[in-house]
Nanobody, 124 residues
C-alpha cells in the first residue's frame, strides 16, 4: 500500500511564493513518475506538473510554466512543488500523485495513487 501525504499549503498574497511537499510512505516507488494536480470546486482535477523518476524529464501545464518548479528527492521519498509569482487563479486544492506504470514519461493522466490534498489560497 502506498500513502502520499501532501503538505505546505496556505494563504499567500498574489505575487508571493509557496512550496508544497508530498511524502511517500508504505510501499514506495522511487523509480516512477510523480505529479501534481489541482482542483477547484465544481471543476475537474487538472494537471499541473510531472516529473520522471530521476527528475530528468519534467512537464508543466501552460498556465504554470515558468512560475512553478517540480522536483523530487528519491532518497527522502519526497516530491516538491515550488510555486512563484502566484495568482488568484492558482487557488485550489493541490494533490500529489504517483504512478506505477510510468518511469521516464510524464503523462497528464493515469496515476493510481493520490495524496489527501492541501489547500492553496492566493488573495488579490
Amino acid at each position: 500500500q502506498v500513502q502520499l501525504v501532501d503538505s505546505g499549503g496556505g494563504l499567500v498574497q498574489a505575487g508571493g511564493s509557496l512550496g508544497l511537499s508530498c511524502a511517500t510512505s508504505g510501499r514506495t516507488f522511487s523509480r516512477n513518475t510523480k505529479a501534481w494536480f489541482r482542483q477547484t470546486p465544481g471543476k475537474e482535477r487538472e494537471f499541473v506538473a510531472a516529473s520522471s523518476w530521476n527528475g530528468a524529464t519534467t512537464s508543466y501545464a501552460d498556465s504554470v510554466k515558468c512560475r512553478f518548479t517540480i522536483s523530487r528527492d528519491n532518497a527522502k521519498n519526497t516530491l516538491y512543488l515550488q510555486m512563484n509569482s502566484l495568482k488568484p487563479e492558482d487557488t485550489a486544492v493541490y494533490y500529489c500523485a504517483s504512478s506505477t506504470r510510468y518511469i521516464n514519461l510524464t503523462p497528464r493522466a493515469g496515476y493510481e495513487y493520490w495524496g489527501q490534498g492541501t489547500q492553496v489560497t492566493v488573495s488579490s
